[in-house]
């Protein structure tokens, strides 16, 4: 297998929402564009107030020195900051995951009455920003699974070119090897756990072959994209400022499952192995529950 085949998948459906109202967003046809494509766009599905939040929550993420910064293209011109799992960090992301729609647009995506959140992750660029090399999620995860999707939402006004890019459809064809962070700069096809998984192609050298898909982003739409679709981050030029988050949330099919001890997941979760075993349900305190929101997080 090499390329997704060009345009064998419809553009993703475009909703909008009318007044921030997520409701009338996720239709059956979203649901099914979801399950084929693995890649939703929705127009304004988040209030105003959920973005401060997440905004609150990332400045005091960048000031606690507890929270690890990873930096991408560490030393070189365009690096940039990620941070994974910050939930446990910030208070202003705690009521965002419990309080806000995203759970419950997940539940409604996935088909899930019980929602969990996997993890959430900070890329930060600002000035010039190298791109996110292009990836699949799930090789780095411990888990398999029908019901999960990331959510990308961005705090800045993007232009498509510097949007998340995606190729819809790919999460159901091959998966492959990782890129190796440390090695990126010499050649993102370098793989990452170098077992029995495919080098990643070099996408970037050879675009137009491929059916990339990405938009014009305001604050407040949402991406919504299954973990296993290749995907790459967009640059920010001198001056530009893109702050996103990613939120990854699962449901009641996903179970455990092993990963090549010769790296660790991301994010890390020791201890993760030896309290379960490859395909039961993925019920860990690593994963806390959102819906049904748990009792001591209902405002009485
Ligand atoms: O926004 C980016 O630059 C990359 C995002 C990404 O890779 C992800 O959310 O999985």
Redesign the pocket.
Known sequence: MGEVAAREYTDPVVAASTGTDWRGLITPEVREQYRRDGVIFLRQALHPEWLLLIELGLQRILSNSAQTKHKFFQGESGEFIETVRNFEHSFELQRLMYDSPIADMMSVLLGSERIWLYSD?F?L?EGLGK??PW?Q?MPYWPLEGEQIA?M?ISLDPLPREQC?EMIPGSHRTTRYDGFSPRDVSVDPTLPYYGEDLPPLPNIEAERDKWNITAFDIEPGDVILLH?GVL????WTPEGGR?R?I?IRCYGEDVVYAKRPASRPTVPLTPGLSLQLKPGEPLRSAWYPQLRPLPAHQIAR
Not at 231 to 234: S, V
């Open positions: 992750e890329f660029k791109r996110t990836h999620d990331s990308w998340l973990p995907h790459g981050g967009g893109r996103t990613t």
